[in-house]
């Protein structure tokens, strides 16, 4: 059975960081892409950021571009999201996602099949 478990959400004014994890299991996590979604009250479930085992192909949204970084410990089952420079526009659950065998292509939903249940994250001005 998968599992992706998300942590590491909360509260920060805006400027700070957080560190997203997911920790993975019942599947081949090193084989597969993994990637970050979120979504804010009222609006779409966006793409974040993905990224594929060795990290050869990594996708990131515009708007997070240069603030969040993806990364992967294969040895752990873990991908994380370190978000910094945060935004109150930042504010969304964030899930993470996976797609079992394959490497990352982008960020567009319909192609991830395994989806954690979401950590919230919160950025006030």
């Known amino acids: 059975q998968v599992q992706l478990v998300e942590s590491g959400g909360g509260s920060v004014q805006a400027g700070g960081s957080l560190r997203l994890s997911c920790t993975a299991s019942g599947y081949s996590f090193s084989s597969a892409c993994m990637g970050w979604f979120r979504q804010a009250p009222g609006k779409e479930r966006e793409g974040v950021a993905a990224?594929?085992?060795?990290?050869?192909?990594?996708f990131y949204a515009d708007s997070v571009k240069g603030r969040f970084t993806i990364s992967r410990d294969n040895a752990k089952n873990t991908a994380y999201l370190q978000m910094n420079s945060l935004k109150p526009e930042d504010t969304a659950v964030y899930y993470c996602?996976?797609?079992?065998?394959?490497?990352?292509?982008?960020?567009?939903?319909?192609?991830?099949?395994?989806w954690g249940q979401g950590t919230q994250v919160t950025v006030s001005s």
């Open positions: 996602a996976a797609i079992p065998g394959s490497v990352c292509h982008g960020l567009t939903l319909r192609w991830y099949r395994h």
């Open positions: 990224t594929d085992s060795a990290e050869y192909s990594t």
